[in-house]
Every structure is written in C-alpha cells, then in structure tokens.
C-alpha cells in the first residue's frame, strides 16, 4: 500500500476510490477499519469508509485514528482524509478536530484542506467554496438535513473547528504552478498557519497542488485533491500506467433504488424516475414513527413492482425535512428512515436482490452496514464521482451504486443500469 484513505462518508470513500482508480492506483475500498491482517490483496491505495461524518467529534476523532493505524501499519505513506464537497460539517467538528489529531498522529506540520471538484462543480476561490455558480451559503446545502452550511468562507468555518491556525493559498499562487505552491506550504511549515484552505477552480489546479503535496504526510480536501496524487508515485517508479476500472462481472439478480437522500440532485432524480413511469413510494418519517408505515409493506411494495427497479424514497423538500425534525427530532427523523432501509435491503438481499443503488451518504453508510459488506471493488463510472462497485469477499456478491446527495444527472436512476451487463 503506498497511499492510505480516510474518508467521513460511504459516498464519499466511492467518489476517492474511484479518482484513484481513474488516475492509475489499484484501489480498494473497505468499509469500516478491518481487522489487522485483512488482506487488500494488490491494493496500491486503500480507502477506508467510515460514517463519522456527523457523529460526536471526539467518536470521530477516534474512529479516524485507528483508521490511520490500520493503514500506517499496512505501509501508507501518506494519508488522505477525504470528506464532502461542500465541507459538510458543524462548528463543533467534524473536519477541523479530526484533522488535527491526524497531523499530530503523523507529525505533520502543515496541512491542506481543498474541497475543491470541478468535475461536480465545486470550486474555491479567495477560500470561498462555490457550488455551480452559487457561494455554499446561498446552495441548497444551506438546508442540509443535517450539515446546513450557512457560510462560504472556508477559513472563517474551518478556524471555527480547531485551534490550529487556519490560512490560505490564494489562486495568484496556485497558477503559479508546483513551485510556487511549495514554496508557499514551506513558509507556513515555517512560520505561519499549519492549516491551509487552497484554491482551485480547475482541474489543472488540483494537479499542481498534488504535485507541490507529494512530501506532504497528511492532504485533507474532497476527492479533487487526490488527482494528480497518483502521478507522484507513478513519476518515483512506484505505481504502473493508467487504466479505466474494470467492468464488472455482475451477479444475476433484481435491482432496487433506496433514496434517503434530500439534496437537490436526488430529488431532481426522484422526479425525473417518477415520471419515467418507474414504480415509486414515498416513505415519511412521521409515518414510519406512528407505524402506519412498516419494512414489511415497503418490501412487498418491491417485490409487487416486477423485474425492472422499483424505487423507495424518503427523499423530501427543506420543509418537508424541517416539519418531520420539528416533530421527532433531527438525529431521530434520520435515524428512522435509515434504520428502515437498513431492514428493507437486508430482507431484499435475502429475497435474491443483487442490485443496489443507494442515494445519499448516510443512507448508503446504513445500507452496506446492514448487507454486512466489508470491502468494495470499483467498477465504471456512471457519472462523475460515482462508480458501480462490487461487494468483494461474500460468497453472494451485490453491485452497489452508492451516489453521494447531490452527484448525478437528472436521469441517473434511468442510466445507471445499462452500465450493468
Ligand atoms: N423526509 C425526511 N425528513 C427528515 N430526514 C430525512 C428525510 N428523508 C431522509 N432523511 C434523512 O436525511 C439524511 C440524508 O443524509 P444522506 O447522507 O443520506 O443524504 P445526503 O446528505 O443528500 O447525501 P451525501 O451525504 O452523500 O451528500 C439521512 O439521515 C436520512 O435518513
Ligand atoms: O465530496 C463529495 O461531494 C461526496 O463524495 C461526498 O462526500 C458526499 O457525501
């Protein structure tokens, strides 16, 4: 292993594992920290997913380390800790707490921290993250179910997170190129903020800052920061050329789509597969929380559906969403949903399921916890930042697509399949 990941979210972990795969690394992505010995087989970089997006920051904290051990001792050289796009956070954590303990785990002096994805449209400029052509506060994340993000300004939120100095490197240096950009990481090692938000607008950006970082112990950012990580280890002789992820040998079996996600995207996806004419049903919290609504009525609803993809959505607009943790809470209004997809894809898996795509992060987080999947192989991309991806390990193989809220066009849930032989 030559480069080792930790990511916040299920999604999250896919989206980096499939960059890494892109840009030439035989990558694996396991679920959770395995236990010592597990055997990656040839894996040059390892993800491990973890679903400490929004638990308590110490737990996160804790988590995050011995994700780092695992891989420090499976021979990483340098650490990724890979979270959203949209810096989905709180001031009470998670990114700013648990990168500080990595860097003091690996002695790092200086940090980065770039959400940056142009492919997805996320960009940063002056250290204020843009999504499309809107700041982060003005996005629909300002409504997230669970991180609303309320400030654009990534310094300002990330400082709020730590006590570690937050700066910035500016685009000015960025187009620079490398040099400049190192010379620039070496001065705060010196003497300056040992946490710094770096801009990029572009793909060539996230390059150049790969290259710069290629001493670098610890790189934090969304998966963006790691495409041009691979050219370092392929320019040392480590690693071998590029290649698309294979095509993957999919089991026979049934699909289903489960949304739990209420982001934008999702919700445009919803829409676009109702009118597609796909079988739907819409799941609420506050049903399933006075029992009107149960795993056992959602599982017949499937398997009434017939042979193509039935889809199950809990996926709602901001008052719709702000209405159910009014009444119930926020943790409970998601946990309940969740928990019901966990139970509904466990029954299907029983029933001869093999098909999975699963919208929203902690949504995907609930579901391969209940399949009990260890390990993921990426498969194709169906759009950028979410692979098709096959349970590795089990005597029963499901393809999952775990698609992070807010990635995929309109008609993802239609297209996803035909990637599927
Ligand atoms: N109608 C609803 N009301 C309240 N909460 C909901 C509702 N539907 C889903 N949820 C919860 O909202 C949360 C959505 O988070 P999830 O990470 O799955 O999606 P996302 O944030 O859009 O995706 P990502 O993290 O990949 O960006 C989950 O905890 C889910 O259970
Ligand atoms: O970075 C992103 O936007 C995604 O990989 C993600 O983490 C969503 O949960």
Not at 212 to 224: F, N, V
Request: proline residues 6%.
């Amino acid at each position: 292993m030559l480069l080792g990941a930790i990511a916040d979210d299920l999604t999250g972990a896919t989206d980096l594992a499939l960059m890494l795969a892109r840009e030439g690394m035989k990558t694996v992505q396991v679920v959770g920290t395995p236990p010592s010995g597990f055997d990656t087989g040839d894996a040059e970089a390892v993800v491990v997913a973890l679903k400490s997006r929004t638990i308590p920051a110490a737990e996160a904290v804790s988590l995050s380390l011995e994700a780092a051990h695992w891989l420090l001792a499976g021979g990483a050289r340098q650490l990724i800790f890979k979270y959203c796009s949209t810096f989905d956070s709180t001031p009470e954590g998670n990114i700013g707490p648990v990168s500080e303990a990595l860097m003091e785990l690996l002695g790092a002096e200086v940090t980065i921290a770039c959400p940056a994805f142009p492919a997805n449209k996320r960009t940063v400029y002056r250290g204020h993250l843009f999504v499309g052509d809107l700041l982060l506060s003005d996005s629909p994340m300002k409504d997230h179910p669970l991180t609303p993000m309320r400030d654009a300004n990534l310094v300002r939120v990330l400082q709020a997170q730590t006590k570690v100095p937050v700066g910035l490197v500016a685009r000015d240096v960025v187009s620079e190129g490398p040099q400049a950009i190192r010379s620039s990481f070496a001065a705060a090692a010196s003497d300056g903020p040992r946490m710094l938000i770096v801009d990029a607008i572009e793909n060539d950006d996230l390059r150049a800052i790969g290259e710069a970082a290629s001493d670098m112990k610890l790189i934090t950012g969304g998966s963006g920061i790691a495409i041009g990580l691979p050219e370092n280890f392929r320019r040392a002789g480590l690693i071998g050329g590029r290649g698309a992820p294979a095509r993957l040998a999919t089991p026979a079996g049934r699909p289903v789509i489960l949304a739990g996600s209420c982001s934008a995207a999702t919700r445009r996806q919803v829409a676009a597969a109702i009118a597609a004419g796909l079988p739907a049903r819409k799941i609420d919290p506050l049903a399933i929380a006075d029992g009107s609504e149960t795993p056992a009525e959602v599982l017949a609803f499937i398997q009434a559906a017939g042979e193509g993809p039935a889809l199950v959505y809990a996926s709602a607009d901001p008052a719709a969403v702000a209405d159910a943790q009014e009444k119930l809470g926020r943790e409970r209004a998601g946990s309940i949903v969740e928990h019901l997809f966990a139970e509904v894809a466990t029954a299907l898996r029983d029933r001869g399921y093999t098909r999975f795509l699963v919208a929203g992060g902690e949504t995907s987080g609930a579901v391969v916890q209940a399949l009990d999947v260890k390990a993921l192989m990426i498969g194709p991309e169906i759009d950028p930042g979410v692979p098709w991806t096959l349970s590795l390990g089990d005597e029963a193989p499901v393809a999952l697509a775990l698609k992070s809220g807010n990635f995929g066009t309109d008609d993802f849930f239609l297209k996803a399949w035909t990637l599927l032989s």
